[in-house]
């Protein structure tokens, strides 16, 4: 018998995958552009650009970045068993890329007019991980 099986048959986490080539260039980069253009599929270059983006007042640019970190994110997180709803967690390092862009992505919406989008990231955000919504907006 499983003690720790889950009885309420609640989604479990899901837990990207680490690509620590591309951790390692975008902490050592000054400049995210070209960490991107090497490695489209991780999200945290992406976040980070649409971050910056957002902190220089450019929402339009802010919201592309924000946009391709977010889907690029939800292909990975579909190839590791998302099942489009379910717990991604915050503490897990390699998840961080995906939050941090569906987070700028609510928060580019909001900045570009776009009431709806802005309030379903935002959703998605909590639903996803109080921690990364808390991390994320306090």
Not at 48 to 70: H, I, M, N, Q, S
Not at 121 to 126: Q, W
Request: hydrophobic letters at 35%; charged letters at 30%; glycine letters at 6%.
């Amino acid at each position: 018998m499983n003690l720790h099986q889950n009885l309420l048959n609640d989604p479990p986490e899901t837990r990207l995958p680490d690509n620590q080539e591309a951790r390692e260039a975008l902490e050592s980069a000054d400049d995210p552009k070209p960490v991107a253009g090497r490695f489209p599929a991780f999200s945290a270059a992406w976040a980070l650009l649409a971050e910056r983006a957002l902190a220089d007042g450019e929402p339009v640019t802010a919201y592309a970045y924000a946009r391709t970190g977010y889907h690029r994110g939800l292909d990975q997180l579909r190839r590791s068993g998302w099942k489009g709803h379910g717990p991604i967690p915050w503490d897990h390092e390699p998840n961080r890329g995906f939050l941090r862009a569906l987070n700028a992505l609510a928060r580019a919406s909001e900045q570009i007019g776009d009431a709806e989008e802005a309030d379903r990231c935002s959703t998605l955000l909590r639903e996803s991980s109080t921690e990364a919504d808390k991390a994320l907006n306090s």
